[in-house]
Antibody, heavy 115, light 112 residues
Framework: EVQLVESGGGLVQPGESLRLSCAAS????????MTWVRQAPGKGLEWVAH????????YYVDSVKGRFTISRDNAKNSLYLQMNSLRAEDTAVYYC????????WGQGTLVTVSS | DIVMTQTPLSSPVTLGQPASISCRSS???????????LSWLQQRPGQPPRLLIY???NRFSGVPDRFSGSGAGTDFTLKISRVETEDVGVYYC?????????FGQGTKLEIK
C-alpha cells in the first residue's frame, strides 16, 4: 500500500523558516517524480514544486522561487521542502504527491504564517 | 500560464442521477510527446485530493467505472453516470502538459 506521510508543519512568524518532510513507502520512491501541492484554507489547489527522480531537475511556481527549495533523499525514501522567508500568503496545507500526475497524496501538513 | 476554467462551480445533483463537469484550458493541452496530460481529482470533505482520471480518460486504480473522462485539445468533461452519496466533494481538473502546472477552481458536487 502506498503511503505518503507529511510532517514539519506548524505556526511561524513572517520571515521565519520551516522544513517539511514527506516519508514515502509502498512504491519505488527513487523512480518517481515527486511533487508538493498546497491548499490555502477554504481555497483551491496550487502546484508548488516538483523534483526529478535523481534530484537533477527541480521546478517551482513563481511565487515561491528563491524562497523554497525542494529536495529528496532516495536512501531514506523522503521528500523535503525547505521554506524560507515565509509570508502570510504561504499559509496552507502542504501535500506531497507521487509523480507529476499526482497518483497518490499524503494527508497534508498545515503551515500557518502569522504574527 | 495555462488557465483552467471549470463549469459549473457548484452542482446540486439528485442521488442516482448523472452529473457532468466541464473544464476548459486557455491553450491546447497536447504535449509534444503526443499525450494530453489532463487529470481529474476528487476531494471529499476533510480529505486530501485523490486522482480519479489521468490523460483525459484513464481511470486510476480503484476508481469506480461510473466515473468517466472525455475531451480533447482544450475542452474536457468529467461525467458521473449515477451519483452516490460518497461522491460529494470538490472536483478539480489539472494540467501537467506545460509548466507551471495549474488547477481549475474546483466544482462542488452536492446532493439535492
Amino acid at each position: 500500500e502506498v503511503q505518503l506521510v507529511e510532517s514539519g508543519g506548524g505556526l511561524v512568524q513572517p520571515g521565519e523558516s520551516l522544513r517539511l518532510s514527506c516519508a514515502a513507502s509502498g512504491f519505488t520512491f527513487s523512480t518517481s517524480w515527486m511533487t508538493w501541492v498546497r491548499q490555502a484554507p477554504g481555497k483551491g489547489l496550487e502546484w508548488v514544486a516538483h523534483i526529478k527522480q535523481d534530484g537533477s531537475e527541480k521546478y517551482y511556481v513563481d511565487s515561491v522561487k528563491g524562497r523554497f527549495t525542494i529536495s529528496r533523499d532516495n536512501a531514506k525514501n523522503s521528500l523535503y521542502l525547505q521554506m524560507n522567508s515565509l509570508r502570510a500568503e504561504d499559509t496552507a496545507v502542504y501535500y506531497c504527491a507521487r509523480g507529476l500526475q499526482l497518483l497518490h497524496w499524503g494527508q497534508g501538513t498545515l503551515v500557518t504564517v502569522s504574527s | 500560464d495555462i488557465v483552467m476554467t471549470q463549469t459549473p462551480l457548484s452542482s446540486p445533483v439528485t442521488l442516482g442521477q448523472p452529473a457532468s463537469i466541464s473544464c476548459r484550458s486557455s491553450q491546447s493541452l497536447v504535449h509534444s510527446d503526443g499525450n494530453t496530460y489532463l487529470s481529474w481529482l476528487q476531494q471529499r470533505p476533510g480529505q486530501p485530493p485523490r486522482l480519479l482520471i489521468y490523460k483525459i480518460s484513464n481511470r486510476f486504480s480503484g476508481v469506480p467505472d461510473r466515473f468517466s473522462g472525455s475531451g480533447a485539445g482544450t475542452d474536457f468533461t468529467l461525467k458521473i453516470s449515477r451519483v452516490e452519496t460518497e461522491d460529494v466533494g470538490v472536483y478539480y481538473c489539472t494540467q501537467v502538459t506545460q509548466f507551471p502546472y495549474t488547477f481549475g477552481q474546483g466544482t462542488k458536487l452536492e446532493i439535492k
